[in-house]
């Protein structure tokens, strides 16, 4: 098994069913309200906006390095940006939102068909990061899959229904896929390191797909939809799958909310980027907030290394300087991830020398 998906995490209540079970009288459990939550300033401000990267100039000679200067910079100064004009087809990404917004609609009964079952992975329909009876909880439900390498696939957590669910994530996948290898080409390049290096370390291109539900809450300022934290990954792609926002990520002491543009993919940096680069880029942490009116639903594509590499600064990226991390090898980066509740950058953060 991937060590991108192998962890453990204690089975929890159903959150789509418990929202849907409390009426304006009875308040949101104990195990849901999160005070914490509000110590951090939410930006005022609107109008900051993600950087937005466009890939057909990154691949246009034209305009590649004018663009690829402005990845670099987002990559640097937000660990994210928007990825637009990325050439996954309109239908199957309109497609594919329909097929999850559907799953999510089922009846409890059949989406439980998918439940996490304790095998020794977090895949299945259910949560994660739960290790103990006393910790809060996040105000979602997910459902978690492996998608590539196509061999490690476990079926049995792949909804059947909708009837267009499996085809259309195993084609989102492969095209996710090749827009991983290819951004994979650019940051090396801006890191100034040899696109092969890059390709090596991210071989055969392992990857996740997590979708989240969070639905809406009468006291939403109680609840947290998911903690912040920052993604054990390469890199994520992050898909609105409705319109509603709530993705926020944390600059200069402050949370600022994402407003994603349709069907971009907003795209963070994640914590084997930040260690290879030697900090030069960061993996951001981000969180979700939900609303009263509207659930939000997303899907999280994760992005990992070779399970086998060891997880240390480029050479290339050093220099003449030092490494600012020490080294890990990738599979005990993630047990020491998946061993605790998500908790801001802790995992990263040991590392540093
Ligand atoms: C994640 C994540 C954000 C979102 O799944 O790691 O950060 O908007 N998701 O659901
Ligand atoms: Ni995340």
Redesign the pocket.
């Known amino acids: 098994m991937h060590s991108q998906c192998v962890g453990y995490s204690l089975p929890v209540p159903n959150v789509q069913a418990l929202a849907t079970s409390l009426n304006k009288s009875s308040l949101v459990p104990e195990k849901y309200v999160r005070p914490e939550a509000k110590v951090e300033p939410v930006a005022s401000i609107d109008d900051i906006e993600l950087p937005v990267i466009y890939l057909a100039k990154l691949i246009d000679p034209e305009f590649s390095n004018e663009e690829a200067s402005k990845l670099h910079l987002a990559c640097q100064e937000w660990g994210f940006f928007q990825l637009v004009s990325h050439g996954v087809p309109e239908e199957l990404m309109e497609e594919l939102k329909v097929d999850i917004a559907e799953f999510f609609r089922k009846p409890l009964e059949e989406k439980m068909a998918y439940k996490q079952d304790n095998d020794g992975t977090i895949q299945g329909y259910g949560q994660a990061f739960v290790l103990s009876e006393e910790q809060k909880l996040d105000w979602s439900d997910m459902l978690y899959i492996m998608t590539r390498p196509v061999a490690l696939r476990n079926m049995k957590y792949w909804p059947t229904s909708p009837s267009t669910f499996r085809d259309n994530i195993d084609r989102f996948s492969l095209e996710l896929t090749k827009l991983a290898s290819c951004l994979c080409n650019y940051i090396a390049k801006n890191l100034g390191v040899a696109p092969e290096v890059f390709a090596q370390l991210f071989n055969d291109h392992p990857q996740a797909i ?1 979708c ?1 539900y969070y639905p809406p809450c009468l006291e939403p300022d109680k609840v947290v939809g ?1 903690s912040p ?1 920052s ?1 054990a990954t390469g890199f ?1 792609f ?1 898909l609105h799958v409705n319109d509603v926002q ?2 926020q990520i944390r600059k200069d002491g402050e949370w600022i909310t994402v407003s994603a543009l349709p069907n971009a993919f907003v795209v963070n940096l994640g914590d084997i980027t930040e260690i290879l680069s030697n900090g030069i880029y960061k993996s951001v942490e ?1 969180r ?1 907030m939900i609303n009263t009116e509207n659930a ?1 639903i ?1 899907l ?1 594509a994760f992005h990992s290394p070779d399970n086998s590499i060891m997880l240390r600064p480029l050479p290339e990226v050093i220099g003449d300087g030092k490494p600012n991390y020490g080294s890990i090898s990738y599979r005990e980066f993630m047990k020491a991830y998946f061993d605790k509740q998500l908790e801001g950058k802790s995992v990263v953060d040991m590392l540093k020398l």
């Open positions: 997590r989240n998911h934290h993604d994520t992050v709530g993705l981000h979700v939000r997303s999280a």
